[in-house]
């Protein structure tokens, strides 16, 4: 057992109850975090006297010497210790003597926790940023390459009226271009600092909170110590917004899972993102599709799981807080994973295009638009639509559609009817005319997918940085971190 407290117990804590309370198994993954909390905090002490200059100076060393050699293999973490905090300070004043045990001068672990977490939130909630906008470049370049595509486009999965792949994947582009809106959204929220909040009261040591913000990249320190070390808003808003994604990739997987069945054949999944059957040889399954499908319940899960370890506690700190981190961890391994396998899955596909109009030329999808052209010779909209429900009733009795009826045929039905019908009717008219902005006509389409490029190319970064920004902080040049300006 290696734990950082003790000193007010009179018996050695039973083996099972350390285990049990232990978080390093999972907390490991915050080491890089941890240091660069416990980096700017030093630097902080320093700057305000509390630590002299060559013991700021001694600690850094040691702190960035344990990351690039946790980083290099050559120190594992040892689950030993009760968490990654106990780890970095233990291993910090073994190799630099008594120094190290000032490193936690003015601090909790309480806020410490808070702090390592919100770093590695951030991080992800720009990894995720990062990993949509591949998937919305894949998405608007199949979109400009298939505005003639032309495809059923279906309500209640019966076919309703024609629309084109391009329409239909621009449907998905605006659902991820909100989720990413959602990102920066987030990011600007929680970019707060809660380091200094303490164990639940701040400190009586003249911390400079807004030191320690600015040096880790933070708009500026918390507002309330109590809400800093008991807050996990951000981790809920950002697993609800990760459910969110899951939710669009999930609906595109059913698409793509009906789309490749084999009575569909609309798309062909490329072989390497398909699997076998071990007994029926014929078998390519759609299998990434259906698991990020599946994957979505578990990260929905992980959302209420926080939710509902959340939900009674009073303040401040407790440790059920602990259990915010494997069901964040898992949340944000699954999305990215989902994520970057459905782009490239998405970038590899085929889309059979002949199928895709046939299908669209049976089902009466010009149902509608046969009705609006007797509108336009004067029949009112309520009188056209039951002319043309007795019209798609004795094409289904003739077992034909309603373009392959002869004129007179037609006129039987209704005398308004004239030559013109064909093209009106005809699959190319159907979608060409529908010119609205966000509707399926390739001009209109077109104007569409030039807003959505320039949305893309735009360099939104001044105030939404790259995550590379934001991977480390504590790199050391010499004794004294690059960033840190004295
Ligand atoms: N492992 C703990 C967590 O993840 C760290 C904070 C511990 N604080 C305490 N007062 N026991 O929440």
Redesign the pocket.
């Known amino acids: 057992m290696a734990q950082l407290w003790g000193g007010r117990f009179t018996k050695e804590t039973d083996s099972q109850v350390y285990d049990f309370n232990?978080?390093i198994r999972f907390?490991k993954r915050l080491f890089r975090q941890d240091i660069e909390g416990s980096t700017a905090h030093v630097i902080m002490l320093a700057r305000q006297g509390i630590l002299t200059t060559g013991e700021m100076q001694d600690i850094v060393a040691g702190l960035d010497g344990i990351r690039k050699d946790v980083e290099a293999g050559k120190l594992s973490i040892d689950e030993k210790y009760?968490?990654?905090?106990s780890f970095v300070e233990a291993v910090l004043t073994e190799r630099i003597g008594d120094t190290g045990k000032k490193l936690h001068t003015g601090r909790?672990?309480?806020d410490?926790?808070a702090l390592d977490?919100r770093l590695y939130t951030r991080l992800q909630v720009l990894l995720v940023d990062a990993l949509l906008k591949e998937l919305l470049k894949v998405i608007l370049n199949t979109m400009e390459g298939n505005t003639d595509t032309f495809m059923p486009g279906f309500t209640h999965l019966q076919k309703a009226q024609p629309t084109t792949l391009a329409h239909h994947f621009g449907a998905y582009f605006e659902m991820f271009k909100r989720d990413r809106l959602r990102m920066k959204d987030i990011f600007k929220r929680m970019n707060y600092c809660p380091l200094g909040a303490g164990?639940l009261a701040g400190t009586t040591y003249p911390l400079d909170r807004e030191l320690t913000a600015e040096l880790m990249g933070f708009y500026g320190p918390t507002l309330n110590s109590m809400d800093s070390v008991s807050d996990r808003d951000y981790l809920i808003e950002f697993l609800a917004a990760l459910s969110t994604v899951m939710m669009h990739l999930s609906r595109f997987s059913e698409e793509i899972i009906i789309w490749n069945s084999n009575e569909y054949r609309f798309v062909e999944i490329d072989d390497a993102y398909s699997t076998g059957s071990s007994i029926m040889p014929q078998k390519k399954n759609p299998d990434i599709a259906e698991l990020v499908r599946g994957k979505t319940g578990r990260v929905y899960g992980d959302l209420i799981s926080l939710l509902t370890t959340m939900k009674g506690l009073p303040l401040a700190?407790n440790?059920d807080?602990?259990e915010?981190?494997e069901a964040a961890f898992d949340a944000f391994d699954t999305v990215k994973d989902c994520i970057a396998l459905f782009t490239g899955m998405l970038d590899t596909m085929k889309y059979n295009r002949e199928r895709m109009a046939a299908s669209a030329m049976t089902g009466f999808t010009n149902a509608t638009d046969a009705a609006d052209y007797l509108v336009n010779k004067g029949v009112p909209f309520r009188d056209a639509h039951g002319i043309i429900g007795r019209l798609v009733l004795y094409c289904i009795d003739k077992n034909t559609s309603i373009d392959a009826l002869s004129l007179e045929e037609l006129r039987g039905i209704c005398d308004k009817f004239e030559e013109d019908i064909y093209d009106a009717v005809s699959l190319k008219t159907c979608v060409e005319k529908r010119l609205t902005v966000g509707a399926p006509g390739a001009e209109a389409m077109k104007r569409v997918i030039a807003l959505n490029r320039e949305y893309l190319e735009q360099e939104e970064e001044d105030w939404f940085p790259d995550s590379s920004e934001y991977e480390i902080h504590c790199e050391v040049t010499e004794t004294l971190p690059g960033w840190y300006k004295v």
């Open positions: 232990a978080s907390d009760e968490d990654i905090h909790s672990r309480n410490q926790v977490m164990a700190y440790k807080m602990q915010d981190k």
